[in-house]
């Protein structure tokens, strides 16, 4: 059988999604598409030789009787209304996020999936599936250094664009740790701090850069994390848990040594989309292959949207106050129980 996607949105990323799924993975196709720029759609199907349907937009794309499952990989602010009509209309759904701009918008996705009583929603956190946070993931687990007491934590960036702003450190950059620590330690948040340290020279001059972030969850383990996005050296993703019995660090990304010039190094990796484009592989790969198996997905749920998305806007607002901000979640539903993805990559 073969999983029939409708693309919603042909920009950088939704293209590249077209690529892995028609070029590198298998049990899936592209049959429709939809962008609001209906000539960026035209060129997609054309550049990439898709045999495709150009739809004039996501609603129509999403009630075509051949799409089974639809790739939202629009505007932030449009994924909230195309997720619920997949919902209405019966059809998985694999959301990049944010799965929606804000808590609210999430717990409506939250509340139309309940009601169709069946799980078809997939948040794109792509860490879960790199090979590295994995194998963290098992060791924590498994009980290798027993009770994770803290985690420190980087996400540093070589450079960002003008239009970056002090809020994006969060809901742009900061948004994959708040996920992936979440599911490490399986622990819900209760607080957050920010702390602005002295001002990079290459921030421009609406930027606070970098950003220290202390996390607390409601057991007690105490994240901290940097985020620095003028780092100047490289794209650089730091991890480390520190538990009562031991520490497990992120291994670095498979590099060369090198001996030249007197000296010895080895290369950083400088773009993002180099540093998981694996996991990126495996993460579609896994909601193609659970829907064959199972018919639900089985990576990130609506529910992960939705304690992100509480999450982020606790961080903006500490960012905004200085001060140490509540974290509170509704009840957790019965209908999502704890998603604990692990597999070995």
Same mark, same amino acid.
């Given at each position: ?22 070029? $590198? +993975?298998?049990?899936?196709?592209? !049959?429709?598409?939809?962008? #609001? @720029? ?6 997609? *199907? ?126 742009? $950059? +900061?948004?994959?740790?708040?996920? !992936?620590?979440?599911?490490? #330690? @399986? ?6 701090? *920010? ?151």
């Amino acid at each position: 059988m073969t999983l029939k996607f409708g693309v919603v949105g042909t920009g950088a990323i939704g293209r590249e999604h077209i690529k892995r799924i028609t070029n $590198t +993975l298998s049990g899936g196709k592209i !049959v429709a598409v939809t962008d #609001v @720029n209906q000539e960026s759609a035209k060129q997609t *199907v054309e550049q990439l030789d898709l045999d495709a349907v150009i739809y004039p937009d996501d609603k129509t794309l999403v009630n075509a009787e051949d799409v089974d499952a639809v790739l939202v990989t629009s505007w932030g602010p449009a994924h909230e209304q195309t997720v619920l009509a997949a919902i209405e209309a019966g059809k998985y759904v694999f959301c990049e996020k944010p799965l929606a701009t804000t808590a609210e918008g999430c717990m409506r996705i939250v509340e139309a999936e309940i009601k169709h009583g069946k799980k078809l929603v997939q948040v794109g956190f792509m860490r879960r599936y790199d090979r590295g946070y994995v194998q963290m993931k098992e060791a924590i687990d498994n009980g290798l250094i027993g009770e994770p007491l803290m985690i420190k934590a980087a996400h540093r960036n070589p450079t960002v664009g003008e239009t970056y702003t002090t809020d994006m450190a969060v809901v742009d $950059t +900061l948004i994959h740790e708040i996920d !992936v620590l979440h599911w490490l #330690v @399986n622990e819900d948040y209760q607080s957050v701090q *920010v702390v602005y340290p002295k001002k990079t020279k290459y921030a421009l001059p609406h930027l606070q850069d970098p950003q220290l972030f202390t996390i607390e969850t409601q057991g007690g383990i105490v994240m901290n994390v940097e985020v620095f996005v003028n780092c100047r050296f490289g794209y650089d993703i730091q991890c480390e848990v520190i538990g009562e019995d031991g520490t497990v660090t992120l291994p670095e990304p498979l590099s060369i040594g090198f001996r030249k010039d007197a000296k010895l190094g080895t290369n950083l990796l400088m773009d993002w989309k180099d540093r998981f484009i694996d996991a990126y592989d495996v993460e579609i790969q896994d909601f193609m292959d659970s829907i064959m198996k199972t018919g639900e997905p089985n990576g990130p749920t609506t529910w992960d949207g939705y304690i992100a998305a509480v999450t982020t806007d606790a961080c903006v607002k500490a960012q905004q106050t200085g001060e140490k901000e509540q974290i509170t979640f509704k009840e957790r539903p019965a209908f999502y129980s704890e998603n604990t993805y692990c597999k070995t990559v």
